[in-house]
Nanobody
Framework: QVQLAESGGGLVQAGGSLRLSCAAS????????MGWFRQAPGNEREFVAS????????SYADSVKRRFTISTDNADNTVYLQMNDLKPEDTAVYYC?????????????????WGQGTQVTVSS
């Protein structure tokens, strides 16, 4: 199993930046794909970005391309989400997720482990 703990959320003005962190403990090696999802009030949880621990390929939702960057620090078993040029519509609870399969997917139910989430609020 792997345990995921997010941090770094907060309140920021539109146009600002935040960096979210996801610390993975336990057996992160069993989960080769890591990702971020978000859920705004009244909305379904949606895919934001994903990455392999081994590096290389990444995937982003169209709504965050060129603004958000996902990365990993394998030495610390940490996944980051750098969020720039934030917009009010980015306001949501952001969740870190781990997937045991070798393939990426944007479908939330196909991910195996989830963190508790961290709130990001962007004011206009």
């Amino acid at each position: 199993q792997v345990q995921l703990a997010e941090s770094g959320g907060g309140l920021v003005q539109a146009g600002g930046s935040l960096r979210l962190s996801c610390a993975a403990s336990g057996r992160p090696s069993r989960y080769p794909v890591m990702g971020w999802f978000r859920q705004a009030p009244g909305n379904e949880r949606e895919f934001v970005a994903s990455i392999y621990w081994s590096g290389g390929r990444t995937s982003y939702a169209d709504s965050v391309k060129r603004r958000f960057t996902i990365s990993t620090d394998n030495a610390d078993n940490t996944v980051y989400l750098q969020m720039n040029d934030l917009k009010p519509e980015d306001t949501a609870v952001y969740y870190c997720a781990a997937r045991s399969s070798l393939t990426m997917t944007t479908r939330g139910p196909s991910w195996d482990r989830w963190g508790q989430g961290t709130q990001v609020t962007v004011s206009s």
